[in-house]
């Protein structure tokens, strides 16, 4: 068995450990864990806020409006979906798409933490405001910051527009194209 077996099935088992989890109240009303979904042996890592209505209803990160305009940046910069991997701060959908409580992040990095560390990523990238300031700074402010470099340990994280940030203010559109554009590049450098 590969490397990449390994980390496949060393996910499997998180996620079923995290199945089990009600360390918050989250659990108890969602309809699918969200675990996250994608490569085991992916390089680039984007982390999002929590999930929404659709992707409660399929327990698939990032397939709602928000998530089909992500993979539309995700084409345009020659990144296939399938190559990377996609998780959330939080693996159940608060009720209504609240933001998520102080208490539901505690009780769930620890989730984050684990596909971090199995993955063990190169790039990561924060989708939105909430994920980057639990991930790279508690201050950060996404309208200065978004495609600004960060080193993390081991990693090379910046944060972009949250996908559902673009849909309710269309002028964000051009800054994002810029942002995946030097994801891309970073990303594309890492595997020649
Ligand atoms: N918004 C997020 O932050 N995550 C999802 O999975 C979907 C929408």
């Known amino acids: 068995m590969g490397a990449a077996d390994d980390k496949e ?10 199945e ?15 675990y996250g979904t994608g490569n085991a042996n ?9 999930p929404g209505e659709r992707e409660d209803a399929t327990g698939i990160p990032f397939v709602g409006a928000a998530g089909q305009l992500l993979d539309r ?6 990144i296939p979906r399938e190559d ?35 993955l063990n990523p190169s ?9 980057a300031m639990r991930l790279i700074k508690p201050d950060f402010r996404i309208t200065k910051e978004h495609g600004v470099w960060f080193h993390r340990g081991n990693f090379d994280m910046c944060a972009v527009y949250h996908p559902s940030a673009l849909l309710r203010d269309p002028s964000k559109k051009e800054d994002m194209l810029e942002d995946m554009k030097q994801i891309a590049q970073k990303y594309h450098a890492l595997k020649s």
Not at 20 to 34: P, S
Not at 73 to 78: G, P, R, S, T
Request: proline share 4%; hydrophobic share 45%; charged share 25%.
């Open 9 to 18: 099935m060393s996910l499997v088992q998180a996620r079923t450990a995290c």
């Open 42 to 50: 992916a390089r680039l890592l984007f982390v999002g806020e929590a």
């Open 73 to 78: 940046y995700l084409f345009a910069v020659d």
């Open 20 to 34: 089990c989890c009600h360390d918050c109240a989250l659990g108890k009303t969602r309809t699918n864990l969200v």
């Open 123 to 131: 790039i990561i990238v924060c989708l939105g405001r909430i994920s």
């Open 84 to 118: 990377v991997y996609i998780a959330n701060i939080l693996k159940c959908r608060p009720p209504k798409n609240r933001d998520p409580l102080e208490d539901e992040v505690q009780a769930c990095m620890k989730h984050l933490r684990t596909q971090v560390r199995i």
